[in-house]
Structure formats: C-alpha cells, structure tokens
C-alpha cells in the first residue's frame, strides 16, 4: 500500500547530508518545502481577507463609550454613521481647492469607492459586532484582535432606518393606488350596469 503520511522536516533523517536530486528523500523533501509554502499562502490569504472585519470590529470596540454596558439601537444607528464617514475629512482635504485641476488620485478613489459600498451594505444590512448585548460587549472589549477567537464576537446586521422607513412609505403609497384603482374600476362597474338597467326596453 502506498505511503499517505505527512512528514515534516524534523521526521526526515539526515536531511542537512547531500541528498541525490532524483532520491526519494529529495521527492520528500520537494513535497514537505511545497506544502510548507501553500499552507503559509493560506495562512497569509485568510489573514488578510479577515484584517477589514478586525478592523471594523475593533472600530466598534473602541467607538462604544466605556462606561456603557452596551448600546441602544439609535446609538448604534449613530455610530455606523460615523463609521462610514470616517474618511470624510481625508476625502474633502483631496477635494480641495489645490487639486481641482488634478486628476483624482488612487487614494481619492479607493476612499469613494469603500464610502459607496458601505452606504449599500447599509441599505441591506450594515454588519457589526452585537453592541445591544451586554455579554458580547464584554467578548468584544476582552478581545485583542486575533482572528483565531474571532468567531466568539457575534455579530448582527443593521439596515438603514432611513432606508426602511422609504420603503415604508413606498409600500404604503403603492397600497393606496391600489385601493383607489379598485375603487375607480368598481364605480365604473356600476354606472355602466345601471346604464344597461336604464336603457332595456320596459314589456
């Protein structure tokens, strides 16, 4: 049967001895540097898929007063406000007077770009760690940032009450010339059959 195991560097015998290119120990070896490598590339992938969530989670963190136990929904509405407009003052000082007659920077872009796709993320659902709990909050101060023990902060997803509250009136409007329309098309139902009623000869 075929050898499956995984050896590592301190399982190989006599690794640092010359070694044959075209030996089973230098096949080992190639295998055990290869694996090495893309466990290290997947490491370094997940970390940096995950530093904007570290990021946002400790912005939170940090932004929820210390001497509350947690927040209150309006509170938290105020603070994914702030949130998004933290690089409002980055993005006025690149659109000042200076630069208007230069082209937009990469900076500029990237920074309009995440303002743009975070005010969509709030019209769906804005996530952030739980703050209107007081046990998550204690998780989340008790954090130090690492992505492993990341997975105990729970998180929720907040939309945009403006948002909600358009759709609201959207929906309600939409109802309501619904109603009218029937109405109309009822009315007209009528006359029409007391117009037919009047005009059948009298036997």
């Not at 015998?13 to 055990?32: D, F, Y």
């Amino acid at each position: 049967m075929p050898n499956n195991k995984r050896h590592t560097f301190k399982q190989i015998k006599n690794k640092n001895s010359i070694i044959h290119p075209s030996s089973r120990k230098a096949a080992q070896l190639q295998r055990i540097t290869l694996r090495k490598d893309r466990l290290e590339r997947d490491k370094a992938r997940r970390i940096s898929e995950a530093q904007p969530i570290v990021e946002r989670l400790l912005w939170f963190r940090y932004a929820l007063d210390d001497a509350l136990p947690c927040a209150t929904k309006a509170e938290v509405y105020d603070l994914i406000e702030m949130y998004i407009a933290r690089n409002d003052d980055d993005i006025s000082n690149l659109d000042s007077p200076k630069y208007v007659h230069k082209t937009k920077s990469s900076k500029q872009f990237l920074l309009d770009a995440l303002k743009l796709k975070e005010k969509r993320e709030y019209m769906e659902g804005f996530e952030i760690p739980n703050l209107m709990d007081p046990k998550n909050v204690k998780i989340l101060r008790q954090w130090d940032g690492d992505t492993n023990s990341m997975s105990r902060i729970k998180t929720i997803r907040i939309e945009d009450p403006n948002n909600i509250n358009n759709l609201k009136t959207t929906a309600q409007n939409l109802a309501k010339k619904q109603k009218s329309s029937i109405h109309i098309i009822s009315n007209s139902a009528m006359a029409i059959d007391q117009t037919n009623m009047s005009e059948q000869p009298i036997v």
